[in-house]
């Protein structure tokens, strides 16, 4: 359900080295690495879980990349939030 590491690419087209953690592994490694883990990895699970379960009634990826996306979006605003009191 929660991301994992996935069987190797072995596709030549992909942009992503086999050895790289899938993007959602990594975000949430980063997540849990943050001083707001406590509320931000539940909120993340919350949203993989559902964009996993539109995947698997609608055949379609964009709600999973929409998840990536958006918390990558989260990760990438930490400076300038912490640079706000």
């Given at each position: 359900m929660w991301?994992?590491?996935?069987?190797?690419n072995t596709s030549t087209?992909?942009?992503r080295r086999t050895?790289?953690?899938p993007p959602a592994a990594q975000?949430?490694?980063q997540l849990r690495a943050d001083h707001r883990a406590e509320s931000w990895v539940?909120?993340?699970?919350?949203?993989?879980?559902k964009?996993?379960?539109?995947f698997r009634h609608a055949y379609s990826l964009t709600s999973v990349h929409n998840v990536i996306r958006i918390w990558q979006l989260h990760i990438a605003a930490?400076?300038?939030?912490?640079?706000n009191p």
């Open positions: 991301p994992q590491k996935a069987a190797p087209s992909s942009h050895s790289d953690p975000l949430l490694a539940p909120a993340f699970q919350r949203d993989w879980a964009a996993l379960e539109e930490v400076p300038a939030i912490d640079a």
